[in-house]
């Protein structure tokens, strides 16, 4: 069970939109805007783009309309800094209570998962291939388009997206723990267990 997955699903649940940092970026790549452009060789070798551009992206999306009602906020933040300026941004935008969820997987069993997602070159479809019987270079199940492995997903970038988590995201839990908003959960645990979770924590 990805992040994205769950996120996308509380959102739809909840009637908020579900704002993923990956998802703008890989938009951006596809679109060849100046970001993407920045953006792409960043992504694909695992590392991760830089706070001042990260910072802004947010900041212009959580002030937009779309996100008054709430919001799913999917990837972000990421470092200690982006943290911090996500409470300066809720400051200034005078944002309501939020909470932090935290998914638990070991890093083996991350690395084998990853190498069993392929996503559709076409519609942006992600699939496993353990669980959807799907194969890289096959056919999307929904529109038929070639079927591959995002390039941050191959093993050795996962290896090195890993290093970067436990030295500059994992200390961003200990920013929000004191305040009680993190919520630890086995990432190992079904999409249903994950989502009636978080859904009584929310209600809390
Ligand atoms: P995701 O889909 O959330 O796994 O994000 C895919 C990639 O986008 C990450 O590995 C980073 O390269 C980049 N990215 C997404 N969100 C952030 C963020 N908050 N800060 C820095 N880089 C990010």
Redesign the pocket.
């Known amino acids: 069970m990805g992040k994205?997955t769950q996120a996308k699903l509380l959102a739809e649940e909840f009637g908020v939109p579900h704002i993923?940092?990956?998802?703008m970026?890989r938009a951006a790549v596809a679109a060849g805007t100046e970001l993407g452009k920045k953006a792409r060789a960043?992504?694909d070798s695992?590392?991760?783009?830089p706070d001042e551009i990260?910072i802004g992206i947010v900041r212009e999306v959580l002030a937009s309309p779309r996100a008054r009602n709430g919001f799913i906020l999917?990837?972000?933040?990421?470092t200690l800094a982006?943290a911090k300026a996500l409470s300066a941004i809720f400051d200034e935008l005078k944002s309501g209570d939020y909470k932090v969820v935290n998914f638990e997987v070991d890093d083996e069993e991350i690395i084998r998962r990853l190498s069993n997602r392929l996503v559709c070159e076409k519609d942006g479809k992600i699939y496993n291939v353990e669980i959807d019987g799907v194969s890289k270079g096959g056919p999307c199940p929904s529109c038929g388009g070639r079927l591959v492995q995002r390039e941050?997903d191959k093993e050795e970038t996962v290896r090195k997206?890993l290093k970067i988590y436990h030295s500059s995201t994992e200390p961003v839990l200990e920013y929000y723990k004191d305040g009680g908003l993190v919520l630890n959960l086995d990432g190992t645990s079904s999409i249903d267990v994950v989502n009636r979770e978080i859904k009584m924590m929310v209600e809390e």
Do not use: A
Request: aromatic share 4%; glycine share 20%.
């Open positions: 994205g993923s940092t990956g998802d970026l960043i992504m695992g590392q991760l783009v990260m999917d990837g972000f933040p990421r982006q941050d997206r």
